[in-house]
Each structure stands twice: as C-alpha cells, then as structure tokens.
C-alpha cells in the first residue's frame, strides 16, 4: 500500500466582528456555522464533537487551489 504524503493549506484572514468573543466563538465550529450560514454543509475529517475545538479539520466545497 502506497500512502502519500497529506497536501495541508493554513489560510488566514481579519475580520471585526460586532459582538463579544463569547458570543462570536461558540458559532465559528463545523456544527454551529449552520445556524447562521445559509447551505452551510462541512464534511468532517476530523472531530471528536464537531464543535469549537482544537485541531478540528473539516473541508467545505470549493475551487482546488496550487500550492
């Protein structure tokens, strides 16, 4: 079995949001984006809840992009 070796992409981006972080935080997870983004349908690749947590991985639709 051949098993290659992962391609990863960090993305990053500012945004100033109008409410407190522990307003904001809990609605930034694969689960809770959901409640307020419309056809919002992660697939998850990796969550022990699918809620805020460290080293979640979940992939959305999209254009591939080069690395």
Known sequence: MLI????????????QLLAPPHV???LLCPVREAEWAN???????????????????????GEPVAI
Not at 43 to 52: A, D, L, M
């Open 24 to 26: 904001v935080f809990p």
């Open 39 to 61: 056809g919002w349908d992660p697939i998850r690749v990796w969550s022990e809840s699918g809620f805020v947590e460290e080293d979640c991985v979940f992939t959305t639709p």
């Open 4 to 15: 290659s070796q992962p391609v990863r992409a960090v993305r990053s981006y500012t945004q």
